[in-house]
């Protein structure tokens, strides 16, 4: 250890003969142990540790010491004072020697060490000294350690929040508030989870929520797209290969599985997985156990599944393309991403949040929004989601628009597909055959109402974008059958 460094030691004793035993006994010590503060008192030593946490880095504490305060509650009580100070007890020799009940209830209590003092015919020292000093040097040595183990552990939380803002998801409606609490919810879980929705809704950013909040936050988090793999080489991509397991593997390769060991893996597009890898996958999640290509004998990994789909998975088993125990294993807990024009507000709330985030990019003030371009762009059908959300908003403050209204998003270069949701489209009414006006009000009405209510947050609010009463509204949806 560094010479230089002094180890800042309190002495709790009451009994003068053994006070001057430890300091004659440190004393020894070629590295510079200090005795800097002699009490006869447990309340004391408590108060005194109360008022200077970290000022000491050994207490050397009688067990038999005066004042009330003593044992296990004064070790307690300290280290919840000063949780980095380390405790070696003394004690008097007993008649039982083979007390390791006594000895460890002070480690559980929160000591260091522990040892009986030499009798009282040794007059010079309190125990053996090369002993003594090596373990208050040990303890000062684990309070060094305990401190900078602190402050990694601070810096590695520091970094997880950091992350955790970076990947917010954002959203106020009623599906995003419940799919957060969701995710609080089984982030502390260990279950694979299967994620599903359309393309674009976030299921990526729902994994990383999932991964950040759980006990595996501080390992790995390995994306695999297993659309984008090549058939034939999932399998090596996955679990990896031998040197020599076939012509052109020049050296071993881990798999992404074996990367990923004790995080979490992310198999995105997994109802494109071949049949052969579901197989390997399936051995994977039900003995924790890869087969390496080339490899004999299986290795052990400890990895979480998160799953994500666009396709019913469940309809790719029943028509034989998906393994149905695979399935099951997959979706312990599935959790869904509503489509985005289901989420009212939420577009808003995004399509805020994206303005700001590419003007702040480009060091451009965020440009005003005019209400009505709101109404455009809550009417739409955003067939892309988020994704074609944000590269809406991308493409509209890369134009370096000031302001960004009802001409600007109108333009069929920043909203691709007619504004016109497709459910209002004539011929979908007419489909060949003429209906009474009264089937023609009723068909449009009905969907009309629906679709107004997907885009809307509240009852309340579906009403006052139709311009009826909410009674009058809820009255007429009971009459299409909607209630
Ligand atoms: N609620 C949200 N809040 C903030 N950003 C979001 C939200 N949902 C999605 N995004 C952003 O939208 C983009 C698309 O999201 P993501 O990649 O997670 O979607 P996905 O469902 O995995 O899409 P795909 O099916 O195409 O793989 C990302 O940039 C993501 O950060
Ligand atoms: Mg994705």
New binding site residues.
């Given amino acids: 250890m560094n010479t230089s460094t002094v180890i800042k030691v309190m002495l709790v004793d009451d009994e003068e003969f053994d006070v001057r035993r430890v300091q004659n006994t440190v004393a020894l010590s070629p590295t510079k142990i200090q005795v800097e503060c002699v009490l006869s008192n447990g309340r004391a030593a408590l108060e005194h540790i109360q008022k200077y946490p970290d000022r000491y880095d050994v207490v050397i504490l009688d067990y038999q010491i005066s004042g009330g305060l003593r044992g296990e509650d004064l070790i307690r009580q300290m280290k919840d004072a000063d949780p980095f100070l380390q405790i070696i007890v003394i004690t008097k020799m007993t008649t039982n020697t083979t007390d390791f009940e006594f000895a460890n209830n002070l480690l559980k209590a929160g000591a260091f060490w522990y040892c009986t003092k030499y009798p009282g015919n040794i007059e010079e020292y309190i125990y053996q000294p090369t002993d003594f000093i090596l373990s208050i040097v040990n303890a000062y040595e684990k309070k060094k350690l305990e401190k900078q183990k602190m402050k990694s552990d601070k810096r590695l939380m520091q970094s997880i929040e950091s992350m955790l803002e970076a ?5 106020e409606s009623k599906p ?1 508030v419940e799919l957060r609490a969701a995710i609080e919810k089984y982030a502390k879980s260990d279950a694979n989870i299967l994620i599903s ?10 994994a990383w929520n999932i991964h950040l909040k759980s006990k595996r936050r501080y390992e790995k988090f390995i994306p695999i797209n297993c659309g984008s793999i090549p058939h034939e080489l999932v399998e090596s991509e996955l679990f990896g290969y031998e040197r020599g397991a076939f012509t052109g593997a020049v050296g071993t390769k881990p798999g992404l599985f074996e990367v990923a060991n004790n995080g979490t893996v992310f198999l ?2 997994v109802s494109e997985l071949p049949l052969s890898a579901q197989v390997k996958l399936l051995r994977v999640i039900q003995e924790g156990e890869i087969e390496k290509i080339g490899r004999t004998g299986s290795l052990s990994v400890n990895v979480r599944i998160i799953a ?1 789909t ?1 396709k019913n998975l469940a309809k790719e088993v029943s028509e034989g393309r998906f393994r149905e125990d695979l399935y099951y294993r997959l979706n312990v807990i599935p959790i869904d ?1 509503v489509p985005l024009r289901q989420r009212g507000e ?1 577009i808003i709330l ?1 399509f805020k ?1 994206f303005v700001e985030y590419f003007s702040n990019d480009m060091g451009t003030p965020p440009p005003e929004i005019d209400p009505k371009a709101y109404d455009i762009l809550m009417n739409y059908q955003w067939p892309g ?3 074609e959300l ?1 590269n809406v908003a991308q493409r509209l403050v890369l134009s370096g628009a000031e302001k960004i209204g009802v001409k600007e998003v109108s333009d069929p270069m920043i909203l691709k597909n007619t504004i016109l949701p497709k459910d209002l489209s004539f011929e979908e009414f007419y489909n060949g055959q003429v209906l009474t006006l009264r089937e023609m009000e009723r068909a449009f009405r009905l969907k009309y109402f629906k679709y107004v209510r997907s885009i809307s947050s509240s009852d309340a609010n579906a009403a006052e974008k139709l311009g009826i009463a909410p009674s009058n509204y809820y009255r007429m949806c009971k009459e299409l059958g909607l209630k």
């Avoid at 929705?197 to 729902?206: D, F, I, N, P, R």
Wanted: charged letters at 30%; zero cysteines; hydrophobic letters at 35%.
């Fill in positions: 990947k917010k998801i954002i959203g995003m929705g359309a393309s674009g809704t976030g299921k990526e950013l729902v995105d597009e994500a666009n991403v939420d995004l949040h989601n988020v994704r944000r």
